[in-house]
């Protein structure tokens, strides 16, 4: 059975989140921040045509930004998260073969014969998704998911945002103008390997030969020569697997020296954490607690973390928080400036195969504290995340990124919620 694949990838994807709420944002340089405002992570193409590059730092490119009266913005990775989802949900509509590869990007499978015409698929999908989000799209379609994705590149060229390679008379043209680390799967590793055999484009890796490349590049690096000539190899991963291990870490807004502030920090990661691992319905076995200074500054410096291995899996805020504070104050040390505080649950398990033990730890019964987390995880799913928070996480949390540009959660908070006309009553 024949079938094609198609990349679907937002278009400067933060940027287009912000320009959905405010119009305004259209025709202007708009650049999306780092956590605390560090450098520069999304940019709009009026951004992009001023000169600035992916992972500038700020300070560097403010004044320009002012001049051009672009603007600025704080990462506001809920809204960004909530829009994600609304895309997702609305390409699913298309297919059932469908693989969400990032937060921007997915892949469509269709089967060949159900369709009379992809461009015009493509086109279809782009309208809605812009219809139902008001998310502009680009949409490469090709014989195997690599192919996809050249396509892709080529569409973001395009006026109409779609490219089928499917339909092109010569696929080699199209691939001699794409180097060889354009290529979905070739990293930085073998491009220089790749260049010193004199292979630099996406055509001559397609022509290299089958032994060789098994041998410097693997079973791996065949599969992608492979399916630059239209042999799929790479299918569809549509179950998502839970994820192993959850980490929640940021950098303090300024630096913090008390041990109380850290805890402070250490009892809110945790508690985002856990939450994440609740969402998955898993338990965390081992945590870890890592704690460092910031190596660019010229102070003095210091870095531990700790593993501890709990007496039962669980993901009982209360009781994470607990142990995570114990290996806290076992490694910290007075009088250094901290950047950073960060947790780690390892060996993450489903909560089915839970094997309770036999002489309990706490008092409260297994039900009893599944019940009180899933009532404080449904108050802030409902009313905003930090609603119901434990008291050990702080109430000033002076230790807070720096987010000083930060859009509305438009999405996700009653009271932010975008007005369309304000009206007179009575
Ligand atoms: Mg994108």
Redesign the pocket.
């Known amino acids: 059975m024949k079938t094609v694949f198609a990349l679907v990838?937002?278009?400067?994807?933060y940027v287009s989140c912000e320009r959905v709420f405010d119009p305004s944002l259209e025709h202007r340089p708009v650049v999306v921040l780092s956590n605390n405002d560090g450098c520069v992570v999304a940019r709009s193409n009026e951004a992009k045509a001023l000169g600035i590059q992916m992972g500038t730092p700020f300070f560097k490119c403010r004044d320009l930004i002012r001049k051009n009266s672009g603007k600025v913005f704080s990462s506001n990775y809920s809204l960004y998260a909530d829009m994600s989802q609304r895309v997702m949900r609305t390409l699913e509509q298309f297919t059932p073969d469908f693989e969400i590869y990032s937060i921007?990007?997915a892949f469509l499978e269709f089967r060949a014969e159900d369709l009379f015409s992809l461009e015009q698929l493509g086109r279809r999908i782009k309208n809605t998704i812009r219809q139902h989000t008001g998310i502009p799209i680009s949409i490469g379609i090709g014989q195997t998911k690599t192919l996809a994705k050249i396509a892709n590149k080529i569409a973001k060229q395009s006026a109409s945002g779609t490219f089928d390679i499917t339909d092109h008379p010569d696929t080699d043209i199209l691939l001699e103008s794409i180097p060889c680390n354009d290529v979905w799967g070739v990293g930085m590793q073998y491009e220089k390997l790749l260049k010193l055999n004199g292979i630099l484009t996406a055509r001559n890796l397609k022509y290299a030969d089958d032994a060789w490349l098994r041998k410097k590049m693997t079973v791996m690096g065949l599969r992608t020569v492979w399916e630059l000539r239209g042999i799929s190899c790479i299918p569809l991963e549509m179950a998502t697997l839970s994820k192993k291990g959850i980490c929640s870490s940021r950098s303090f807004g300024k630096p913090v020296e008390t041990l109380n502030e850290l805890a402070e920090a250490l009892a809110d990661y945790t508690a985002i954490a856990a939450e994440k691992l609740r969402k998955q319905r898993s338990v965390a076995p081992i945590l870890q607690v890592y704690l460092s200074t910031n190596r660019f500054k010229p102070e003095p410096q210091y870095s531990a973390h700790i593993t501890y291995k709990l007496p039962e899996a669980t993901a009982y805020t209360p009781e994470l928080v607990r142990y995570a504070t114990a290996c806290l104050g076992k490694i910290y040390r007075p009088g250094y400036q901290y950047k950073k505080v960060s947790i780690f649950f390892a060996g993450i398990q489903p909560q089915k195969y839970l094997q309770p033990n036999l002489f309990p730890v706490t008092r409260n019964t297994f039900a009893q504290k599944s019940r009180f987390m899933n009532a404080v995880d449904s108050i802030n799913g409902r009313w905003g995340s930090n609603t119901a928070q434990f008291a050990a996480a702080g109430i000033k949390k002076s230790w807070r990124m720096r987010r000083q540009y930060t859009s509305q959660h438009y999405t996700t908070r009653w009271s932010d919620l975008p007005v369309v006309k304000a009206c007179k009553t009575g």
């Open positions: 990838d937002c278009n400067n994807f921007d990007e």
